[in-house]
């Protein structure tokens, strides 16, 4: 399990919002076809990343007492 409060985790976010800002931007110039497709893709699993916390928050299971 990832701990999202260690500063691990908080230079890896770090570092991936700034890889997402350089992709966005870059992906805003006259690209070919095949390097937008990479950005797109790139910008993809930056967010990906990004969303873990949000994921395994959504993969805890609440059990009932019932």
Do not use: C
Request: charged residues 30%; positive net charge.
């Amino acid at each position: 399990m990832i701990d999202f409060s260690s500063p691990a985790w908080h230079q890896i976010k770090k570092y991936a919002q700034q890889e997402l800002e350089r992709a966005r931007i870059a992906n805003d110039a006259q690209l070919s076809e095949a390097h937008t497709a990479a950005l797109r893709g790139e910008i993809k699993a930056l967010k990906k990343l990004l969303d873990l916390p949000n994921q395994a928050r959504r993969a805890v299971v609440v059990e009932s007492d019932l």
